[in-house]
Nanobody
């Protein structure tokens, strides 16, 4: 089993940056693809970014492409989301998730991920 703990959320002004981190407890971290999702009040949870086991493949939602960067450090059991040029519409609770490679198909669907963190709040002021 995998347990995920997130950190790095906070309140920033539009145009600012934040770096989210998600550290896992499992020794098999490198066998999981990882993803970031977000959920704003009154909206469905939506895909943000994903990264393969090796880190060689990444996917991004169109809304964040060019502004956000996902990365991972398997030696530290940690995945990161660097968020630059933040906009008020980025305000949401951000969740990290882990997917066994057997279920990671598109990388964009919540149903592909078996383990989830508790989320961290990101608020971007206008």
């Amino acid at each position: 089993q995998v347990q995920l703990v997130e950190s790095g959320g906070g309140l920033v002004q539009a145009g600012g940056s934040l770096r989210l981190s998600c550290t896992t407890s499992g020794r098999s971290f490198s066998t999981y693809a990882m993803g970031w999702f977000r959920q704003a009040p009154g909206k469905e949870r939506e895909f943000v970014a994903a990264i393969s086991m090796s880190g060689r493949t990444t996917y991004y939602a169109d809304s964040v492409k060019g502004r956000f960067t996902i990365s991972r450090d398997n030696a530290k059991n940690t995945v990161y989301l660097q968020m630059n040029s933040l906009k008020p519409e980025d305000t949401a609770v951000y969740y990290c998730a882990a997917a066994p490679i057997t279920s990671w198909h598109t990388g964009r669907l919540p149903s592909e991920y078996g383990y989830w963190g508790q989320g961290t709040q990101v608020t971007v002021s206008s």
